[in-house]
């Protein structure tokens, strides 16, 4: 019974989101480590 | 259930020239400039900063969310707004708003990057992005439900319609009018609950009255269901206290609902409003918690013992719609207006995270790696409002238990505060805050997974997550700051 109500808990709602957290977590750790590595607009590496 | 025309055609017509009305008059008369609301800053006087707060976290959480969760917690959701909402709202106007306007920054996440370094903006981005997301899926799939209870269209349907009208309702609105929009929207929703109310007794009367209803709804769940004070700790320790904390915590870090404390002219102006901050929120959730306390009574007086309970609704997924459904039985003619008064709410509160998020993807994601011209901005800025909805729309079709949902994300907003709250008053360290996140995430993941395992009912997730999270992050930053090197008092940073 205790296995079923975890993967009852784990809503498809709740799944969703923290997918799009992961996303959003590796997005702003890219953008923030490219940062560190110079001023932005400064260098050309900002694109 | 027959399509409710008489229902849906009111509620269209006022949300036309409301949003669009209020739109295209602001369009006409500011023009681009209209846009320029948000860089207005430090300009606000104390009436406009006190009704912006109230109105930041004016949504489902204060409407539908309360409603639902009285079939299985009784009266004791309306602490949501009675202690949750305000005492949260409390502690972001005497602390860290002030501590925010002081640093006279104007995102969140730049407050956290003077006090905590570039990492901990990052992860507070990235935080605020999810949250808004997140809640207005929730906002999103309340609105879709009320429609659909009220109208009888289906549910499915009503998320369609939900999506058109929340791009409609940002994309018309902006930024400037969306303060507007809000405030008829609040007044929409205080005279509509209002009116409501009175409908209420009215129709209480021909079941018997207040006496009748009240057995029924003890019968139902209990002492709970009629007293905020219940006899018994299951509400105080498995909702009331989880509300609190984790308001608490998701309040300061939201940047809907700290803007109007960013844009006060001053220190003055932001703890002015605190009275009147207090009596619109502390009074907001009462309505709808009667409605769906007397609602309760419905399924027995219409099927008797046969009657659907919560717990089945609530696997169905169909609590809220039913909720709704035995609301019209129950006030005839008031439909058109309850459902006004929780679009004001949705809407006004949903669209604000839809904006907002989109705004941050193109103000502070992007940028990061490529720069944009203003053009560009502005046309990224409508696409990703779009794709936002588009998540949103995703987001509802899972039908989430609100209550449930709400708390379950503000969990992830935990470490953030308390770190806050350490940094302003003991010491300062980016590593303790850091670490204080990653702890204070993975025993957020794991409860929610494991946590039911836990002979404890009120320490089940997600409102059982609160206890651990809380202990995890305090003693985890504790630790933290006393054994790292790159401790820092308070400091002139932060201390005026």
């Known amino acids: ?47 | 259930m027959a399509l409710r025309i008489d229902i849906l055609l009111p509620v269209v017509i006022y949300f036309l020239i409301v949003t669009v009305g209020i739109g295209t008059y602001y369009i006409r008369r500011y023009g681009r400039a209209a846009r320029d609301f948000t860089i207005a800053a430090m300009t606000l006087p104390w009436w406009l900063v006190a009704t912006g707060i109230v109105l930041g976290p004016f949504g489902a959480g204060h409407t539908l969310s309360p409603a639902e969760a009285t079939w299985g917690w009784g009266a004791a959701p309306n602490w949501w707004s009675i202690i949750g909402g305000t005492l949260s709202l409390t502690i972001a106007i005497f602390t860290s708003g002030r501590w925010y306007r002081r640093l006279g920054v104007s995102t969140i996440a730049e407050a956290y990057e003077k006090i905590f370094g570039l990492e901990v903006r990052a992860l507070v981005a990235a935080i605020t992005l999810f949250a808004s997301l997140s809640i207005g899926s929730l906002e999103f799939y309340a609105s879709a439900a009320a429609i659909s209870g009220f109208t009888g269209l289906d549910i499915a349907f009503c998320i369609i319609l939900a999506f058109v009208f929340f791009i409609v309702y940002v994309l018309f609105s902006g930024v400037m009018q969306l303060a507007t929009v809000n405030l008829v929207n609040l007044v929409v929703y205080y005279v509509g609950v209002a009116l409501a109310l009175i409908v209420l007794t009215s129709v209480l009367d021909k079941i018997g009255g207040w006496k009748v209803a009240e057995q029924l709804i003890v019968q139902k769940v209990g002492e709970k269901g009629i007293t905020l004070f219940a006899p018994e700790w299951g509400p105080f320790l498995g909702l009331v206290i989880p509300i609190a904390i984790l308001h608490a915590c998701y309040t300061p870090l939201i940047q809907g609902f700290m803007q109007p404390i960013l844009a006060a002219k001053d220190e003055r102006q932001i703890t002015r409003g605190w009275p009147l901050v207090m009596v619109l929120n502390a009074s907001a959730t009462t309505a709808f918690v009667v409605i769906g306390l007397v609602a309760l009574t419905i399924p027995s007086t219409l099927y008797g013992p046969l009657a659907p309970t919560i717990e089945t609704l609530r696997a169905q997924g169909a609590a809220v719609p039913t909720i709704i459904l035995t609301i019209t039985e129950l006030l005839p003619g008031a439909g058109a207006l309850i459902l006004m008064s929780l679009l004001a709410a949705t809407l006004s509160t949903g669209s604000a995270f839809v904006l907002g998020s989109s705004t941050a993807i193109v103000e502070d994601l992007i940028p990061m790696y490529k720069k944009l011209d203003e053009r560009t901005k502005m046309i990224l800025l409508r696409a990703f409002i779009v794709i936002s909805c588009i998540l949103c729309l995703i987001g509802a079709s899972f039908m989430p238990y609100l209550i449930a949902a709400f708390l379950w994300v503000f969990g992830w907003t935990v470490p953030f505060f308390v770190g806050l709250m350490f940094a302003w008053l003991w010491r300062r360290s980016s590593r303790a805050m850091l670490g204080t996140i990653a702890v204070t995430w993975i025993v957020h993941v794991l409860w929610t997974i494991f946590g039911v395992n836990v002979p404890v009912t009120w320490l089940k997730p997600p409102l059982g997550n609160t206890y651990p999270l809380i202990i995890v992050a305090i003693v985890t930053y504790v630790v933290l700051a006393l054994t790292s090197r790159d401790v820092k008092e308070p400091g002139k940073l932060l201390t005026k």
Request: proline share 2%.
């Open chain 1, 1 to 47: 019974m205790d296995v079923e109500l975890n993967l009852a808990w784990l809503t498809a709602w709740e799944g969703f989101w923290f997918y799009i957290l992961l996303i959003f977590l590796i997005l702003f750790y890219g953008g923030i480590r490219r940062a560190k590595k110079g001023p932005l607009g400064s260098t050309s590496q900002s694109g």
